[in-house]
């Protein structure tokens, strides 16, 4: 039989193995994302090989702080708040 959408079995539903983190655990991932990006600084990447190779400290701690949904999530939600800038700064060079 092939896959039915609807299916009961556990194995199709993965969201329910997730693991909901406390208050605690999303802070200590926010501190150690916080950490990261300090260690980053204004260097545009999303590479995470790249940003293991500069930071391999802080990106251990926040590889082991959050959950691994949220590693790529912040980190792209980085690049796209620097492209913002950047264009925010070149219109109000224009103008």
Not at 13 to 25: Q, W
Not at 53 to 75: L, N, R, T, V
């Amino acid at each position: 039989m092939g896959w039915w959408p609807f299916s009961s079995q556990e194995k199709d539903i993965p969201s329910s193995k997730a693991k909901t983190l406390t208050r605690e655990e999303r802070q200590q991932c926010w501190n150690a994302r916080d950490k990261l990006f300090d260690c980053l600084g204004s260097t545009p990447t999303q590479d995470n090989e790249e940003i293991k190779k500069m930071c391999p400290k802080e990106f251990k701690a926040y590889e082991g702080s959050c959950a691994a949904s949220w590693i790529d999530y912040f980190i792209k939600r980085r690049m796209l708040e620097m492209r913002q800038q950047a264009t925010q700064a070149s219109n109000t060079q224009l103008d």
